[in-house]
């Protein structure tokens, strides 16, 4: 028997068979341990360094810096922040002789092969420390090139976020990059001082943050887009201070043509001309969010604005967001078609894309909210939980992030919330689910923009079953509860990826085809899940039979390929590579086919014609998963390896698939199989040996890759405490059991 707490730390030693305080325990930590932290705002200027599809980012300095010459040095620098001890791997293209250094440490050196190879790629492997780490790479000019490409290996999982050194870029995001020099300045020599202002360097360093004398003195939509060539419109938006009691307030200032002003989205002041005004408001309660809309004239473009109260003590305007790295009080957007009609509540939303125009009026696709900085943009950050080699890291809040782990995890709340009928699990699942969807068509604009996106990472660049299924099957869960067009749009965009791009084999079976990959040619039995409750769901939502079909039809040919007939259970992975299965039965891999086998019985209609088929799979996995039940009620992490440790996310999968199996009458307890049993004992298992008394869940490995081998998912794949993979499920679980315990079976 694996040992992870002692029974007197257990949630069995605190509630007993009591699944709802079990249940409460394990929503209430998580809720706890994951506060909604929102997106970061930054600054960040397009002409710094962007990344490429890929998320590598582009350091190519020769077409930056055209004058440097053979020999020449310069230095790309940035911060990255650490919540705990993290490892991460790293991909570095060389373009030219390259110097990687962290925390005044020699990393990586190019050799002369790689140097000069045009297509050479190196991983460096990175442990960040807890806290700041310092990245400084120095380049150096020679005909091969200037520069390299670097990043986080899996950027769309592993997010490597970089922000600006030096005093006066504090909180802004992105690298500097310095100007060629002569000699060596900086590695084995030191650092620059990061705290410092950059002038203190002796060089100048990219992109620039302050406006020049002649640009501070124009208009500020003038400074920001440019002179017109036609009437366009903009927008500023302030946040006026809370004032409890102000009977009156005083709006002072100057337009350059004609503005409208508006206080939490009621017009206030409407201005028929350029030129001063003074206005008295009565503010009603609310946000004090204001917003102003001038058009440009022969006078210029923009807008001077101050507020005060009624005897006069001016106010000091706020930011509408937190915005780290800028100490202005407005941010803007423009140019915008002057007889552009747009809802105020609209335009004020950090959600939105706004329809842009060029400075000839002519269309120019959408903006979005830039600050009062030289070409630089507002641009939200996933800043929440940076993914290590391990997947798991530290504490850090999970909230806001899309990914396959958290859509199980937002599924386990919704069905915990409904179950213990708390309202407020609800309410922060469906905030997690509308951190994501509410910026999507503002993380598809992101991406086009800079390359890479900077939210959203893995709904953007959906590629893989993984990026999508599981997560969007637990919005199409908060769809089914509240009903969301945006959550309905994203599930079209999703369900058209999956039946009309994703890689088949020829008789029409998922699998994945990534040249250059590991995983290259390879079908895994997790895709189930990562596919068919999505796709369940959405047939029931719209009422698409061939949506329906194709979710039944994968399992019929997952079977074919990864069952293991003698002992009824199923290989991990298929590599067709190899022409044959791995014939490794990961618990969790098995766990994820029975789960979501579940969830397609559940909802497949009586005479659908692979009914029988599928309830055959079904009842036929269930008996060999129950023949390999431990003692202790878990299952092992190999589930035919007697030495395997015993693990508990697939566990959870299988008392949840029991237990629906009695509950929806496709499994009878027979003389060899009590399956009502085996669900009551894996329960009893989790809450003994795997959820303390705090909520906190052992036992859980971590995410896998594949092997021919038993000894890689034994030795290599180990536990982690609070791992995502298995805190949605066991709730999930525990909702289950409860319901199988109030419909009375005998044991």
């Known amino acids: ?164 050194p030096f005093a006066g870029r504090d909180g802004s995001a992105g690298w500097v990059f310095s100007e060629p020099v002569k000699k060596s300045l900086y590695g084995e020599l030191g650092f620059p001082n990061e705290r410092l202002p950059e002038e203190e360097t ?86 004090g969010h204001l917003l102003i809309r001038t058009e440009s004239s022969a006078h210029g473009w923009g807008f001077e604005l101050k507020a005060a ?3 006069g003590k001016p106010l000091a305007l706020r930011q509408p967001v937190l915005i780290h790295g800028y100490d202005g009080e407005w941010i803007y957007a423009g140019p915008i078609a002057a007889n552009a009609e747009l809802d105020a509540s609209e335009v004020g939303r950090l959600s939105a894309l706004l329809p842009a125009v060029r400075l000839d009026g002519q269309a120019a696709g959408s903006t979005y909210w830039e600050l009062d900085m030289p070409k630089t943009r507002l641009r939200p950050y996933y800043e929440n939980a940076m993914l290590s080699n391990k997947w798991t890291v530290g504490t850090a809040t999970n909230y806001g992030r899309w990914d396959y782990p958290l859509g199980v995890t937002m599924y386990g709340l919704l069905r915990t919330a409904r179950e213990l009928n708390r309202e407020d699990w609800s309410r922060y699942a469906l905030s997690h689910i509308r951190t994501c969807t509410d910026m999507y068509d503002y993380s598809l604009w992101d991406r086009r923009e800079y390359g890479f996106p900077s939210v959203n990472h893995q709904l953007v660049l959906m590629k893989m079953l993984d990026n999508c299924g599981s997560f969007g099957s637990a919005m199409l869960e908060a769809y089914l509860q509240e009903g969301d067009d945006v959550f309905r749009r994203i599930a079209d965009s999703i369900v058209d990826f999956m039946l009309k791009r994703l890689e088949r084999r020829e008789d029409g079976a998922f699998f994945r085809l990534s040249e250059g990959e590991y995983f290259d040619k390879t079908m895994w039995a997790d895709d189930l899940y990562m596919s068919a409750p999505f796709l369940t769901r959405y047939a029931v939502i719209t009422g698409d039979r061939e949506v329906l079909n194709e979710a039944a039809r994968q399992f019929l040919l997952f079977r074919r390929y990864l069952f293991i007939e003698e002992e009824r259970i199923m290989s991990h992975v298929y590599d067709f590579k190899y022409g044959q299965a791995t014939k490794v039965p990961w618990g969790r891999g098995n766990g994820w086919v029975l789960f979501s086998l579940s969830e397609l019985l559940e909802r497949l209609p009586e005479d659908h014609s692979d009914r029988e088929a599928l309830l055959d799979f079904f009842k036929a996995m269930c008996s060999g998963v129950a023949d390999l039940q431990s003692g202790s009620g878990l299952w092992r992490q190999v589930l035919n390896e007697p030495e395997a440790y015993e693990e508990a996310s697939c566990t959870a999968m299988f008392a949840y698939a029991f237990s629906r199996g009695i509950r929806f009458g496709w499994l009878q307890n027979t003389e060899d199989h009590d399956y009502a049993a085996a669900a009551r004992k894996a329960w009893k298992g989790l809450t003994e040996n795997a959820i303390d008394r705090s909520g906190s869940v052992h036992g859980v490995c971590s995410g896998s890759r594949y092997s021919f081998s038993p000894d890689y998912y034994m030795h290599d794949l180990r536990t982690v405490v609070n791992d995502n993979h298995g805190i949605g499920i066991m709730m999930l679980a525990g909702v289950e059991v409860s319901k199988l315990n109030r419909a009375g079976s005998v044991v």
């Open 202 to 287: 002796g060089i100048r360093w990219l992109p620039r943050t302050k406006w020049q004398e002649d640009e501070a003195s124009q208009p500020n939509l003038t400074r920001l887009f440019g002179t017109p060539e036609t009437t366009v419109a903009g927008y500023g938006w302030t946040k006026l201070p809370f004032l409890p009691g102000t009977e009156s307030l005083e709006l002072e200032g100057k337009v350059f043509g004609p503005a409208s002003v508006w206080l939490d989205g009621k017009l206030v002041l409407s201005l028929a001309e350029a030129g001063a005004f003074r206005e008295s408001l009565k503010p009603e309660s609310g946000s």
């Open 309 to 311: 109260t009624s005897d």
């Open 1 to 164: 028997m694996t040992v992870y707490i002692e029974p007197r730390d257990s949630a069995r030693s605190a509630f007993g068979d009591d699944e709802h305080r079990i249940l409460e325990l394990l929503a209430s930590r998580y809720v706890g341990a994951n506060p909604p932290i929102p997106f970061a705002y930054r600054p960040f200027s397009k002409q710094g360094i962007l990344q490429n599809e890929e998320g590598l980012y582009d350091m190519e300095l020769g077409s930056r810096w055209p004058q440097a010459v053979t020999g020449d040095y310069a230095y790309v620098y940035g911060l990255v922040w650490s919540d705990n001890e993290r490892s991460i791997d790293c991909n570095l293209e060389p373009i030219g002789p390259i110097r990687l250094y962290m925390n005044d440490q020699l990393l990586f050196r190019t050799t002369a092969v790689e140097e000069m190879k045009p297509d050479a790629r190196v991983v460096v492997p990175m442990l960040l420390a807890q806290g700041w780490n310092r990245i400084l790479i120095e380049a150096r000019r020679t005909p091969a090139g200037f520069g390299c490409r670097f990043g986080a290996d899996e950027a769309k999982v592993r997010i490597l976020n970089v922000l600006a």
